[in-house]
Nanobody, 123 residues
Framework: VQLQASGGGLVQAGGSLRLSCAAS????????MGWFRQAPGKEREFVAA????????YYSDSVKGRFTISRDNAKNTVYLQMNSLKPEDTAVYYC?????????????????WGKGTQVTVSS
């Protein structure tokens, strides 16, 4: 089972990026999926999560209104559209999956983690 994040890069403040996380090895259509980030010298923090059908979606206060999480179950892929990026959004972004969205939001005991993708926002 693999989660592979991609789409990171260098962008100026105010710009946009879309991250993708492709799942392989099994079907994740009934899993909750989410995004976390970790900036240098800081702990990993929750960014966004979405359950399998979009009925439950959560965002951290720091990204609410700027980031949007979506998923394409047919492609086993979850996306994070990031708009109005700020320098403080600079971090390595990780995707995660678990059967319970509460576990994803809580950030502990998550079943599957992907390798990160670097996002750097210049001022």
């Amino acid at each position: 089972v693999q989660l592979q994040a991609s789409g990171g890069g260098l962008v100026q403040a105010g710009g946009s990026l879309r991250l993708s996380c492709a799942a392989s090895g099994r079907t994740f259509s009934n899993y909750a999926m989410g995004w976390f980030r970790q900036a240098p010298g800081k702990e990993r923090e929750f960014v966004a999560a979405r359950n399998w059908n979009g009925g439950s979606i959560y965002y951290s206060d720091s990204v609410k209104g700027r980031f949007t999480i979506s998923r394409d179950n047919a492609k086993n892929t979850v996306y994070l559209q990031m708009n109005s990026l700020k320098p403080e959004d600079t971090a390595v972004y990780y995707c995660a999956a678990d059967l319970e969205i509460s576990t994803v939001v809580g950030g502990s005991g998550i079943m599957y983690w992907g390798k990160g993708t670097q996002v750097t926002v210049s001022s």
